[in-house]
């Protein structure tokens, strides 16, 4: 959550509290802000992705298991890579393959 003045917000619109509005980062790319609060003349942005802090259920469907002993697990994000040795488990990349050993 970041406080911001009201004048630094689009002109012409009426500001209302849930009201989703496009941020410009930096770099260019954009990603909504939610208006959280008014406060007099200071709007309160949440930045927060709209799935944050709700739990997700998936369901899956399992294609294949192969029998090929995996030695490590690395995240699906190659700009943030995790690597967990001796897991049983493997996650590869771009495809997202994943295999799991008992």
Known sequence: FKEFPKSSMP????????MVLQAQAPDGNSFPAVISQIKGDKVVLDFNHPLAGKELNF???IL????APPT???????ENPVTT???GMSVTTPKINISVTP
Not at 11 to 18: F, P
Not at 64 to 67: G, K, P
């Open 59 to 61: 369901k899956v469907k």
């Open 72 to 78: 490590h697990a690395t995240s699906v994000a190659p």
């Open 64 to 67: 294949d298991i192969a029998n």
């Open 85 to 87: 040795p001796d897991t």
């Open 11 to 18: 002109s012409g619109t009426e500001l209302k509290v849930g």
